[in-house]
């Protein structure tokens, strides 16, 4: 029996279906973020700020040595910012308000944030504390919102725009 190479010792591994698969995600669209949230049975928040928290918490966004049958424990975090209220805009200032923040993995695919960046989140309420879902597809979370993202969905609240069912 002859011995592989190295190269296509590599080649076999990636082929044999060993090696982990790439993760497969829908492009982030905040109109149908914000049509899921609103057909939810479950109420939501739409929140524009920045969260502090203890980043070593989370997993991180890949995480080969993480247990693959259990779902990372959730984390404390304060958010800073402001929520699309009635008026359909982002207002009243939010500050240090306790959330907490909910990682989930597919495979070693996890979905993560670092403290500090400017986000636009849609949080699932659990009686008076919004659940952030980090998920490794983004849908729920959207780092470095652009100025249309933040226009859109209050067109959407408003009525101004047609987002879903």
């Known amino acids: 029996m002859t011995a592989l190479t190295p190269v296509a010792a590599s080649l076999a591994l990636c082929l044999s279906g060993g090696a982990a698969a790439a993760l497969s995600c829908m492009p982030a669209d905040v109109t149908r973020s914000y049509a899921e949230a609103a057909a939810a049975e479950e109420g939501y928040m739409i929140l524009h700020g920045t ?34 209220g009635a ?22 695919y996890c979905g993560d944030v670092a403290p500090g ?4 989140a849609f949080a699932r309420m659990e009686g ?21 993202d933040l226009a859109q969905v209050t067109a959407c609240f408003t009525g101004a725009a047609t987002c879903g069912g």
């Open 51 to 84: 969260l502090a928290f203890d980043a070593g918490q989370l997993p991180g966004a890949y995480a080969s040595d993480l247990d693959t049958a259990v779902q990372p424990a959730p984390v404390a975090a304060r958010f800073t910012g402001s929520y699309l």
């Open 87 to 108: 008026t359909g805009r982002f207002t009243g200032a939010m500050e240090s308000l306790p959330v907490v923040l909910e990682p989930r993995c597919a495979g070693p």
């Open 117 to 120: 960046e400017d986000l636009l």
């Open 128 to 148: 008076d504390v919004p659940h952030f879902e980090l998920s490794p597809c983004p849908g729920k979370l959207f780092r470095h919102p652009r100025d249309e």
